[in-house]
């Protein structure tokens, strides 16, 4: 959570990062996949991960995994991998439904900014 109060966490509604453009950490700023639906889940142990659609197969199918909310930062209308490399996100395994709450789409939370990466 310290990475994200350096960050100038902002408040944003739930349901307004679905479909969010996820960004690689690098000037290019490849598209690396989509927040999913729902965006926001709650693990058994109190954190809280972003639901991302990671594309596979030159974007042809995608699968579904999480992030820490803490690895994550809004970037404009886009959202920006921190703190995890794309080798590290290409390994995470499929998301586990069954160990996540998802988050009303209501709700409001707090995510970090960051500006363009050049």
Known sequence: MMKMVARFPQPVRIGDLAGRYVLQPIEAQTVLGHVG??????AADGSVWLAVNR???LGLRSTRVAVSIDQVALLGEHVALIGMMPDAFAA???LDPAKFVALPPEMIIRVGIVGPFH
């Open 55 to 57: 594309r596979e197969l």
């Open 92 to 94: 995470l395994p499929p």
């Open 37 to 42: 639906t729902p965006p926001i889940l709650r």
